[in-house]
C-alpha cells in the first residue's frame, strides 16, 4: 500500500486523540467503555479491509465516478450531498473542538470568532487544491508535528505521575457490556479510510492490500485508543474522570520539560496539535468539496473568463461553521458529536451493501464496455 | 534577384548610419565586396583571413573555397539574416551572387570571472562570463554528453537578444521543456536585458511571491542540474543562467553540500533549515509570547523578557516592526553603497543605533538579539532570490500573529506550507517530500 494511504487512517485516529472522542470514552468508563473499545477493534479494521478492498478493485475511480455509472439519477445525486454534508460534519466537529480549545487554553480573551476565523481561513483555500497537493501537504505537515507528539506520548508514558494501577483498575470494567455511544466514538477512528470515496483518484495504480497491511493498521489503532484512553486514568484515576472536558489536555498539562525554553508540555502539545487537527479537516473539507462538485456544475459560473464557481461553496462552509461555533458549548458539542457518530456506525456497513451492487454492476459496464 | 539589387538592398539599411564599413577588393579579375561593421569585428583578424589571402588566390573559384572552408564561415539564409549577422558582429562578402558570412566577432567580454554571488569555500570558484559562447563553452567542458543540446532563440523585437536553452536531450524533463518552449515563443516584450527579467516574464501568475526558476553564476551548478533534467537559459551578455523546473529545495542546496562528506554536510543542511525557520518564525515568535501568551514560557525567562521591556512604550508588534524596518533599511543601505562606504554604514546602523536603541528604551535589549539573529538567519539561506522572499513572508506572518496570536502563527506556517505545495514551476510540484518511487515503478498517480 502506498505510504499516503496511511495517512489517511492515521490521521483520522490521532486527530481524535484531542477531539471528543476520549471524552466520550471516558464519560462511560465504568458502563461499557473498555468492552466497546475491543469490540470496535474486532469491527473495525473489518471495516477498513472491505472499503479499502473495494476501492482497490477501482484503482483511480472515485466513488461518485462509480455511482454515475451503476445507479440511477434519483439516487445518485441526493446521496452523494449526503455524503457531502456527513464529510463536512466531521471536519466542523474537529474544528469547533479546537475552537473551544483553543479559547480555553491559548487565548481566553480573543472572540471566539475570531479564533475558528484563524482556523477557517488557513484551511479552506487548501481544500480546493488538487488531490495530490493535499497528499504532499499532510506528509509534510505531518513529518514537522509528529515526532513532537510521540515526543509527548513518550514524556506521558515515563512519567512517574502515571500509576499504572489506575490503569489496571479500568482494565477491570472489561466484562460489561459495550456501550453503544462508546461504541461508536471508537468506530469513528476507523474510518479514516472512508476518505477513499474521493482520495481514491490519487492510487492509480493497484495497490496491495492485505493481512500485512491490516495487521500493521489494528497495531496502529490499538496503540491510539490505548493512549487515548488508559493515559488520562492513569494521571487522573478513575474517579471523576468521567467530568473532564479535554481529558488529554489536561494530562498534558501535568507533563513538564526541566531545561526546556518552553516549561509547560501543554503548550507544545496544543500547538502540534494544531497541525494534526490541520490535516484533519483538510481531509474531511476536501472530500466534501470534491463532492459537491459531482453534485453542482460549479463550472458554469463564470464572470469574464475567471471561473468563480469553486469559491461558492466558502461563504456557505465559513458561514455554517462560525453559526455553530457560536451556538454550540461543550456539553452540546459532546451530545451533537455523539449523536453524529451513532448515526455513521449505522450509515458504514449500509455502505458496504451499496458496494456490493457497485460491484456486481460495474461488471456488466465492463462487459458492455468490451463488446 | 541580382546582386545589384541585393547590394542596393543591403545599403538601404544601413543607409542612416555612418557604421557600416564598405570595401571593394579589385585585383586580378577578382572582385569582392565586402560589409562590416567596424567596431564588431577583429581587423587583424579580418586582415590575416580575408583580405591577405584574397590577394594570393589565383582566381575567384579558389577564393571562394577557401572561404568556405574556413572555420568562421556561416552560411546566410537569407538577405535578412545576412543584415542581422552584420550587426552582430560578422562580416559579409559578397562575390558574384554569392553571400558569405564570416564570424569576425571581436569579444572583449569574454572573461571568465570568478564567483561573487553564490561563494563557496571547497568547489571550484568558477562563474559564467558574460558572453554567450563563452559560457557555452564552460558548459560544454564540464559536461561531456553527446546528448547535451542547446537551442538558440532570438527574442525582444527592439534589442534582439540571443538566448540559449540547454539540456540533456536523454534526461531532460519533457513537459517542463514544452511549457519553456511555448512560453518562449508567446513572450513578446520590446527589450529584455536581464536573464532575471526573463524570469518574470515567463512566469506567467502576476502575484508570485516564490521565484519560480532558479538563477545562478555557477557552471558546475548548471551542470549539475542538467544532468538532473532541468534545463537551462543563459541570456548574451548576462553572467546569471536560469535554471527551470525549480523546486523549493533547489534554493535550500549550495554546490557545496555535495563536496563535504557526509556528516558535515549533514550539519550544514540542519544549520540552514533551522535558520529558515528561525528567520520566519522569530519575529512573529516574540509578538505572540509576550502579547498573547506570556504563560507559554517558562517562569524565569517570561519574566526576563518582561523585564527587559520595562520602559519600552510600545506594544511589542510595533517594537518588532520598528526594528525590523531598520534592519530592513541597513541591508537595503548596505547593497547600494559603494564597498568603501558601505562598511561604514553598517557599523554605524548597527552597532550604534542598537546600543542607542536600547538605552533610549525605545527597544528591549532582547528585540535587539532577535532581530540580529533574524538578519544573521537570513543569510545562511544560500540562493539569493529566496533570502529576498523570506524577508516578506516573515512580514506577513508578523501581521498574522500580531491578529491572531500564537494560534495564527502556526497556522500561518501550515498555510505557508500549503501555498508552497499548492504552487507549480514548469509543471512540477514545487514543494514535496522525496519522491524516490520515480526510479522505481511508482505506485500512485498524479490527480
Known sequence: MSRYYYYLVLINMIANVIASVPAILLHFHDDGAVSAMIFAVVLGPILVFYFTRFFNHFPGMTLPELLQKTTAKWFYNPFILFLAITWFIAGMITLITYTFLLIRYLTPEMPIIQISLTILLAVIFGCLMKTDRVFYTIEIILLLTVPLTILVFIKAYTNENLRWEFVKEAALYFNQFPNLNAFSACFFLFLGSANLIIFNRFFKNKQNFGFKQLTLIVAISIMTLFTTYFIPIGFNGVEGIGELVYPWITTSDSLRMKFSLIERVLFIFLLFYLGIAFLSILIHWHVSIELLKYVFNFEKFKFKGFKFGVFLPIPFYIGVSLYFVRLLDEYQLFRFSSIFYNILIIFFPMMLILFFFIKRRMKNVKKAEQN | ?447
Open chain 2, 1 to 447: 534577384m541580382s546582386s545589384e539589387e541585393i547590394l542596393l538592398w543591403i545599403r538601404k539599411q544601413f543607409e542612416n548610419t555612418t557604421e557600416l564599413t564598405q570595401k571593394t577588393l579589385d585585383y586580378d579579375n577578382k572582385y569582392a565586396l565586402l560589409f562590416y561593421v567596424k567596431s564588431l569585428i577583429d581587423q587583424e583578424l579580418l586582415q590575416k583571413l580575408i583580405i591577405k589571402p584574397f590577394f594570393e588566390m589565383a582566381n575567384e573559384n579558389q577564393f571562394k573555397a577557401y572561404l568556405i572552408a574556413l572555420p568562421q564561415f556561416q552560411k546566410a539564409e537569407s538577405k535578412e539574416q545576412a543584415v542581422l549577422e552584420v550587426t552582430n558582429g560578422h562580416t559579409l562578402i559578397v562575390i558574384q551572387h554569392d553571400l558569405y558570412l564570416i564570424d569576425l566577432q571581436l569579444a572583449t567580454n569574454n572573461q571568465v570571472s570568478t564567483t561573487s554571488v553564490e561563494t563557496t569555500i571547497h568547489g571550484s570558484n568558477i562563474a559564467l562570463s558574460e558572453n554567450l559562447m563563452t559560457n557555452i563553452n564552460l558548459i560544454r567542458s564540464y559536461y561531456h554528453q553527446a546528448s547535451l543540446s542547446i537551442e538558440y532563440f532570438t527574442k525582444g523585437e527592439v534589442n534582439q537578444q540571443k538566448i540559449a536553452i540547454i539540456y540533456d536531450k536523454e534526461h531532460v524533463n519533457k513537459k517542463a521543456l514544452e511549457i519553456i518552449k511555448q512560453k518562449l515563443q508567446q513572450l513578446d516584450q520590446q527589450v529584455i536585458s536581464a536573464s532575471t527579467e526573463l524570469n518574470n516574464y515567463l512566469n506567467d501568475k502576476r502575484f508570485s511571491l516564490f521565484p519560480q526558476m532558479l538563477m545562478t553564476e555557477r557552471p558546475d551548478r548548471i551542470v549539475y542540474n542538467i544532468a538532473g533534467g532541468k534545463i537551462a537559459l543563459i541570456l548574451d551578455g548576462n553572467a546569471q543562467s536560469l535554471i527551470a523546473p525549480a523546486v523549493f529545495f533547489d534554493f535550500m542546496t549550495t554546490m557545496e553540500d555535495n563536496y563535504h562528506t557526509l556528516f558535515i554536510s549533514l550539519f550544514v543542511r540542519i544549520l540552514r533549515y533551522a535558520g529558515l525557520f528561525v528567520s520566519i518564525l522569530l519575529p512573529g515568535l516574540y509578538v505572540g509570547i509576550t502579547s498573547f501568551a506570556p504563560e507559554v514560557f517558562r517562569t524565569e525567562l517570561a519574566l526576563t523578557v518582561a523585564g527587559s521591556r520595562i520602559g519600552v512604550p510600545f506594544s511589542s508588534f510595533v517594537e518588532v516592526l520598528f526594528m525590523l524596518f531598520f534592519m530592513e533599511l541597513l541591508l537595503e543601505a548596505s547593497i547600494r553603497l559603494p564597498k568603501v562606504v558601505s562598511a561604514t554604514a553598517t557599523t554605524v546602523g548597527g552597532l550604534i543605533l542598537g546600543t542607542a536603541v536600547t538605552e533610549a528604551a525605545l527597544a528591549s535589549n532582547i528585540m535587539v538579539i532577535i532581530v540580529s539573529a533574524v538578519a544573521i538567519s537570513t543569510f545562511v539561506i544560500p540562493v539569493n532570490e529566496l533570502a529576498f522572499t523570506i524577508r516578506i513572508v516573515r512580514l506577513i506572518l508578523l501581521l498574522i500573529t500580531s491578529v491572531f496570536g500564537l494560534a495564527g502563527l502556526t497556522l500561518g506556517l501550515y498555510g505557508l506550507i500549503m501555498y508552497l505545495v499548492y504552487l507549480d514551476s514548469f509543471g512540477e510540484p514545487y514543494l514535496r517530500l522525496f519522491n524516490y518511487q520515480k526510479a522505481k515503478k511508482s505506485s500512485e498517480g498524479q490527480a
